[in-house]
């Protein structure tokens, strides 16, 4: 199974701040990377897939990088909405794995 | 707008059963892979289970393989998860989710509690 690592495991940032997010495999997975967001009591929402691209309605803020191993999301200015656990997923084979998450609060 | 509903959970002791369904509505659900994600109490989100837009593959984590079973059907937009041979460590919210390439929509989840 590939394995999916994200740090950190929480942080804690500003309003306005930039906010990077790492999720590393245990082996390559080209770009079938995506990216979840998830707030206490609620079902995770999908942000972006393919690496890099958006979900429809996901605001611009949001935005991912990389291919192979290693993957950021960046959040370019955190808003108040943007605190919840965000998780890396990688589909490039089954079993689908999921990083453990990233909590992220806001300072 | 894309809607997924799953019902079916509940407490159940171990070695016991019980069907999960998950009601697809605002899109094509017969073009569309589907999986179920599970979600233990605090922790982190496990994938469990997909079932190909026809039926005609399927795939399970090796935690469920032999014990739990994704069926679908189309005629009545619905997936299925069948869980047999429960057991405590299986207690969590289960997800109806849609995938395609990868996982766009999910349901609210419904609870399964194994507990004696």
């Known amino acids: 199974d590939i394995q999916m690592t994200q740090s950190p495991s929480s942080l804690s940032a500003s309003l306005g701040d930039r906010v990077t997010i790492t999720c590393r495999a245990s082996q390559g997975i080209s770009n079938y990377l995506a990216w979840f967001q998830q707030k206490p009591g609620k079902a995770p929402k999908s942000l972006i897939y393919d690496a890099s691209r958006l979900q429809s309605g996901v605001p611009s803020k949001f935005s991912g990088s990389g291919s192979g191993t290693d993957f950021t999301l960046t959040i370019s200015s955190l808003q108040p909405e943007d605190f919840g656990t965000y998780y890396c997923q990688q589909y490039y084979s089954f079993p689908w794995t999921f990083g453990q998450g990233t909590k992220v609060e806001i300072k | 707008q894309v809607q997924l509903v799953e019902s079916g959970g509940g407490v159940v002791q171990p070695g016991r059963s019980l069907r999960l369904s998950c009601v697809a509505s605002g899109f094509t659900f017969s073009t569309y892979g589907m999986h179920w994600v599970r979600q233990t109490p605090g922790q982190g989100l496990e994938w469990v289970a997909v079932i190909w837009y026809d039926g005609g593959n399927k795939y399970y984590a090796d935690s469920v393989k032999g014990r739990f079973t994704i069926s679908r059907d189309n005629s009545k937009n619905t997936l299925y998860l069948q869980l047999n041979s429960l057991r405590v460590e299986d207690t969590a919210v289960y997800y109806c989710?849609?995938?395609?390439?990868?996982?766009?929509?999910w349901g609210q989840g419904t609870l399964v509690t194994v507990s004696s």
């Open positions: 989710t849609r995938g395609g390439n990868s996982i766009d929509y």
